[in-house]
């Protein structure tokens, strides 16, 4: 089935320790998120790829960065992990923009960072 | 600036009963609204969405939701809960309908169905 994956499920790393995030699809979509999930709140984007296009929101820390090295990966990659960075971060895809804003997304099942 | 608001941190249903969970929306052109389901340390699942048509939307495990205009709503329902539905639902709203159909979502709604 195609389908999005995340690995590591669970990672654990230590204050101020470089972690790397990664996803893979199967599902040939153009568009890559990553969410920041915490606490079963509502799920906050940090960035996503459209293609090579990398589009970043404007409240997401320095600290967060990404890179897509082709259509199936991309990774998020946590420069000097806080103790409040502690999350579920999750990967998603679509195949493009909707233009009439239809357009769903795919969830991959996440990555718990715990940070020591 | 678009949003969704999910009034209900928890909504507690019998099985067999019908359930509703609640969300109302502000945007300011047409509305397109979507239903996500988070189960226990899993990713988000695409339940259904209303873009145009007809007000009354079919989805995945026998849910349905109701788009009204006047009342600016997207209540989820289903006629007859089961244990398995228990999860976290969230509402949520594409921004930037031509640019990057960003998703802006409530702040979920933890669905209990008692045995």
């Known amino acids: 089935d195609a389908m999005v994956i995340q690995n590591p499920r669970y990672q654990v790393t230590q204050f101020g320790k470089p972690v790397t995030l990664s996803c893979s699809q199967t599902?040939?979509?153009?568009?890559m998120y990553w969410y920041q999930q915490k606490s079963s709140q509502a799920p906050k984007l940090l960035f996503h790829?459209?293609?090579?296009?990398?589009?970043n929101e404007a409240d997401t820390p320095d600290n967060f960065q990404s890179r897509r090295p082709n259509t199936s990966f991309c990774f998020l990659d946590i420069r000097s992990p806080g103790l409040g960075d502690a999350a579920m971060y999750l990967c998603?895809?679509?195949?493009?923009?909707?233009?009439?804003?239809?357009?769903?997304?795919?969830f991959g099942p996440g990555t718990r960072l715990t940070v020591l | 600036a678009q949003s969704v608001a999910q009034p209900e941190d928890q909504v507690n249903v019998a099985e067999g009963n019908p359930l509703t969970v609640k969300c109302t929306y502000s945007?300011?052109?047409?509305?397109?609204l979507f239903w996500y389901v988070q189960y226990p340390n899993r990713g988000l699942q695409f339940l259904l969405k209303?873009?145009?048509?007809?007000?009354l939307v079919k989805g995945s495990y026998g849910f349905e939701a109701e788009f009204n205009k006047s009342q600016t709503s997207f209540h989820l329902k289903k006629p007859s809960a089961l244990v398995s539905d228990s999860a976290l639902y969230f509402c949520?709203?594409?921004?930037?309908?031509?640019?990057?159909?960003?998703?802006?979502f409530g702040t979920g709604t933890r669905l209990q169905v008692f045995p």
């Open positions: 945007v300011s052109g047409n509305p397109y």
């Open positions: 599902l040939n979509h153009n568009v």
């Open positions: 998603a895809t679509s195949r493009g923009y909707g233009g009439s804003g239809g357009v769903e997304q795919f």
């Open positions: 949520a709203v594409v921004e930037g309908v031509y640019n990057t159909d960003k998703l802006i």
């Open positions: 209303y873009i145009t048509g007809d007000n």
């Open positions: 790829y459209y293609d090579k296009d990398f589009n």
